[in-house]
């Protein structure tokens, strides 16, 4: 039984109850089980709802699962370094987002043959390897043939070898989240170039770095397996292993009125002082090379703003107090290439230099900004 | 000399300035306050003793000097496992009591962090960023997370002794 959230909002709104939120619905409904399925592919409106039924939803004594799918993006992990996790140059060029989510863990790549599954529990019935049977169960239950397992890292294999799953999680004050990934026909032509960095040789920071592992679709051992199947054969099994007798539920995380607030928990989790600034302090030692001079480059970034930089330049190529100028314009700045090059931009403008300095300043920035 | 500042609700900012003597007489920050005009009366012994005191949430905080030292219980650092990460609050950052002020991550999951007064940020365990492990090796020491200003002493009153917190654990256990 599939119940459409959005007729039934309608009601609950047309009804005296305004106050009526998607948590009362849950309330009301007296299930110590529900399987929810997110309408929306969107990474940030998704990992909203994650945030508000973590938030908002009475979990002591009821659990859910959440089936969700997102458009290409690539989700670091709380602490991590985007740049040291993922080519991002690359994914601006093919238009692929970042996203940080609040759980810990490492960096993956979701695509709509990607499916996610969130457990809530109270931290009490917080139990990692219980939910991954529910996943395993579920595949065998599809088929018996099917050798995946889950390792003590809360990884699933597929054939004792390829990572189909990674899990990451988050303890609140009174309940809990266990998030995973399952891989059942992500783009494999995309998926290791986003996420091998561009830059991680000439970055030294404390941030927690994933755990790379080869990887494989279930789609590549039998092409019957699609994503529906899978998400209403895990939604059954959550039932039988937990003893819920769960409808699955539609829920479009766009909703404000049934849940008030995941607007601006989205919003949130889309500022660059979220997804960039929370980097842990890192800093960048490299070598570019301009025009034949190799340039000495050194920046700390912390709260992903440019603290200090300093560059080891020839003087014969460009005095040093030009270098000062210019580097004394990137500190405090974003380490981000748009916000540099539109700095370098005014930098030029105001600062007199003859048309030889200008382009030498200009491919500065080009050198500077390839390693952001 | 030692400025000690006490931010109150029911007065305006206060400065105290101290002489410390090498031995602590009649000049003690507890004997100077209680001339000044507080509308309440201050206990002495919550307010400034080193003694621990433990949330419910597994964090414990020791004052000393009006500046409270927050971390994380063994029972905590135990049920976390190994700490590979400490996500802390910026100096000078602002928190209400039970606000969330960062998470440290480990194996089990990341860990969200709440703060068990009312006050402001005034230093950060630096050391934990090279090494997060102090967090389960020294927990009530080197592990210490962040140190704090405390607006509203009431609060202390309302967290748990030690002998108090050992009775809450075996409670959760059973």
């Excluded at chain 1, 931290?123 to 991954?132: A, G, T, V």
């Excluded at chain 1, 091998?196 to 994933?210: G, R």
């Excluded at chain 2, 009366?41 to 400034?48: G, H, I, P, V």
């Excluded at chain 2, 000393?64 to 400490?86: M, P």
Aim: a neutral charge; proline letters at 4%.
């Amino acid at each position: 039984m599939i119940l459409r959230l959005s007729n039934r909002a309608c009601v609950l709104s047309g009804s005296a109850r305004l106050k009526s939120t998607l948590s009362t619905f849950f309330d009301e409904m007296g299930k110590a089980g529900i399987v929810l399925k997110s309408a929306s592919t969107g990474i940030f409106e998704n990992l909203a709802l994650e945030d508000w039924i973590h938030d908002r939803v009475d979990l002591q004594n009821r659990s859910m699962l959440l089936l969700w799918r997102n458009s290409p993006v690539v989700v670091i992990g709380r602490h991590q370094n985007p740049w040291q996790e993922c080519n991002l140059p690359l994914m601006r060029r093919l238009g692929i987002p970042l996203a940080r989510r609040r759980s810990g863990g490492g960096t993956v790549f979701h695509d709509f043959g990607n499916i996610n599954m969130t457990f809530f529990t109270s931290k009490k019935k917080y139990d990692r390897h219980r939910n991954l049977k529910v996943v395993t169960r579920a595949l065998k239950a599809l088929r018996p043939d099917l050798d995946v397992a889950a390792s003590d890292r809360f990884d699933i294999l597929l054939n004792g070898h390829y990572k189909i799953s990674g899990t990451a999680a988050k303890l609140g004050r009174t309940s809990a989240y266990h998030h995973c990934t399952l891989l059942c026909s992500v783009d494999r032509s995309i998926l290791p170039s986003v996420l091998k960095s561009n830059t991680s040789e000439v970055i030294k920071s404390s941030a927690t770095p994933s755990v790379p592992s080869p990887v494989k679709n279930l789609l590549d051992v039998d092409p019957t397996l699609d994503s529906n199947t899978i998400m209403d054969a895990i939604a059954s099994q959550y039932s039988n292993e937990f003893g819920f007798d769960s409808p699955v539920i539609k829920v479009d995380p766009t909703h404000e009125g049934l849940m008030p607030g995941i607007h601006k928990m989205a919003q949130d989790l889309q500022t660059w002082e979220w997804i960039y600034g929370r980097t842990p302090k890192f800093s960048v030692c490299s070598s570019i090379v301009v025009e034949d001079v190799t340039i000495k480059l050194d920046m700390d970034i912390k709260n992903g703003a440019v603290e200090q930089c300093a560059m080891e330049i020839p003087e014969n190529w460009l005095p040093s107090e030009m270098v000062n100028e210019f580097t004394s314009t990137l500190n405090g700045s974003k380490y981000c290439p748009n916000e540099t090059a539109v700095l370098v931009a005014a930098f030029m403008r105001t600062v007199s230099m003859t048309a030889d300095v200008a382009v030498k300043i200009h491919r500065l920035c080009a050198g500077v900004v390839s390693v952001m | 000399m030692d400025v000690i500042s006490i931010f109150h609700e029911d007065i305006v900012l206060l400065s105290v300035t101290m002489v410390m003597n090498h031995r602590r007489n009649a000049r003690t920050p507890a004997r100077l306050l209680a001339r000044t005009c507080y509308k309440r009366a201050l206990s002495t012994t919550t307010r400034f003793c080193a003694a621990l005191k433990f949330t419910d949430k597994h964090e414990w905080v020791r004052v000393d000097s009006g500046v409270a030292t927050v971390g994380i219980s063994n029972f905590a650092q135990e049920a976390l496992g190994d700490v590979v990460y400490c996500g802390l609050p910026e100096v000078g950052t602002k928190l209400a009591q039970s606000d969330e002020f960062g998470a440290l991550e480990s194996v089990k999951a990341a860990s969200e962090l709440y703060s068990p007064l009312t006050g402001e940020v005034t230093d950060v365990n630096d050391a934990l960023a090279d090494n997060p492990g102090l967090v389960n090796k020294s927990c009530y020491k080197d592990g210490w997370l962040i140190k704090m200003t405390v607006y509203i002493p009431e609060e202390l009153d309302g967290l748990m002794e030690e002998a108090a917190y050992e009775r809450y654990i075996k409670s959760i256990e059973d």
